[in-house]
Structures are given as structure tokens and as C-alpha cells.
């Protein structure tokens, strides 16, 4: 969401005393999935989820949340689901009935959707993927320009702990 200029310090200061109390952890690549989950006819996300090999993922997660709320920001609802994004699904504008505008995901060729949602074969990295190094985390900053985000790095904070 939006944030006012003034916290960026703070926040900075918060992620960067996190990454000094946190040591590098590994992560693996899991099974491809879209969000909203179990609705390939209306993903507007493609991912891997990401199997944890420790709780140090989640121990991270939940102390940057701590961090961000003490500074104001609200508690996030929704639970936790670590992922990779690999790309949006296009979206198209639609009228509805009412003349509202909504926008509504493309449909993904049937045979994208068979390669990408199977529940085992090519893309089933739950026994055999590659440990992925978390070293660091970043303060992003995005921007909504047009359809598509940018994201620009404000801040590197390497893991230390």
C-alpha cells in the first residue's frame, strides 16, 4: 500500500536490525500454482510455492510484520503464502450489466494449463529442486504504470544473524 515518505527511515532501520539478528536460511521451489489458488479459469498469477526446509522463513516473515506494525501499518489478514511469481495472466476489461467495469483474466490455453497445474511430472520440484539461498531481504519500492508493476530497490538488508 501507499506509504508516507517520513517512514522510510524507520522501516529501514527496523529491516536492517532484523537482518543482523537473522542468519541465512535455504528454501525450495515447490509445485506451480496460480492465485486466486485452486481457480486456474481465473489465475491472474502464475507461481511456485515455496517448500520451507526450517520455520526460519516464517520466523522472518513474522518478525518484519511485527516490525511494520509497530510503525502503524495494519496486521495482514491473510495467511502467509510464500511464492515466486512467474508471471500475470492478461487481463481484459469487460461491461457488465450494471455498466460496471471489471477486469477479468484472459483464458490460459488448455495445454498451458495441463503442463502448468499437473500434480506431478515436469514442473513437481517438491522432491528434487535445488536449495535456494535467502541471504538478504529488500525494501521495494512499485509503481502501477499502466497494467504492469516496477519495482525499484531501496534498501538491501543482508542476513547476519
Known amino acids: 500500500g501507499e506509504v508516507e515518505d517520513t517512514v522510510i527511515p524507520e522501516l529501514s532501520c527496523s529491516l536492517k536490525n532484523i537482518g543482523l539478528k537473522t542468519a541465512p536460511f535455504s528454501i525450495r521451489l515447490g509445485n506451480v500454482g496460480c492465485f486466486p489458488e485452486n481457480d486456474v479459469d481465473k489465475a491472474r498469477i502464475i507461481k511456485f510455492g515455496l517448500l520451507r526446509e ?3 522463513l516464517d520466523t522472518l516473515v513474522e518478525n518484519v510484520e511485527e516490525a511494520v506494525v509497530k510503525l502503524g501499518f495494519r496486521r495482514e489478514l491473510r495467511p502467509y503464502n510464500p511464492h515466486v ?3 500475470r495472466v492478461k487481463t481484459q ?3 457488465t450489466k ?3 467495469r471489471q477486469n477479468i483474466p484472459l483464458p490460459l490455453s488448455s495445454s498451458l494449463k495441463s503442463l502448468l497445474f499437473k500434480s506431478s511430472g515436469l514442473l513437481n520440484f517438491k522432491e528434487d529442486s535445488a536449495s535456494i539461498r535467502v541471504e538478504h531481504i529488500t525494501l521495494v519500492h512499485s509503481t502501477i504504470s499502466g497494467s504492469v508493476p516496477i519495482y525499484e530497490t531501496l534498501e ?4 547476519e544473524g
Open 98 to 100: 450494471r455498466n460496471r
Open 54 to 56: 526450517t520455520d526460519d
Open 156 to 159: 538491501r538488508y543482508v542476513l
Open 85 to 87: 511469481t512467474i508471471g
Open 93 to 95: 476489461k469487460i461491461h
